[in-house]
């Protein structure tokens, strides 16, 4: 699915996108990188679903900005679940 950052950043403040069929199905939390933060967002157009980010920056006189620096990079994604195997350390005593 192709998409503007203009139209992921829509998706992301509304929930919807003009002229498109899409729903998100999960919205991640900002993580900070520098001035800069993203969050990821998983969206489905009923029959696949589809992974991307928003970005945003801000100064210390400014407030938080979405980005929009042209199309979106959109890849599609799967829900699996995973089984992780691990060693736990034993306390004796």
């Known amino acids: 699915m192709k998409l503007t ?8 403040k509304d929930g919807k996108v003009k002229d498109l069929n899409v ?11 520098g001035r800069w933060q993203k969050a990821e967002i998983i969206f489905t157009d009923g ?3 589809f992974k991307a980010f928003v970005t945003r920056a801000a100064t210390p006189k400014e407030d938080w ?4 620096y042209g199309d979106a990079k959109v ?4 829900k699996m679940k995973k089984t992780i ?3 736990e350390v034993v306390v004796v005593g």
């Open 5 to 12: 950052q203009a139209q992921l950043n829509e998706l992301f």
């Open 23 to 33: 729903a998100i199905v999960k919205q991640g939390d900002w993580t900070q990188e």
């Open 47 to 49: 029959d696949k679903s």
């Open 65 to 68: 900005l979405l980005e929009d």
């Open 75 to 78: 890849e599609e994604v799967r």
């Open 85 to 87: 195997d691990f060693w």
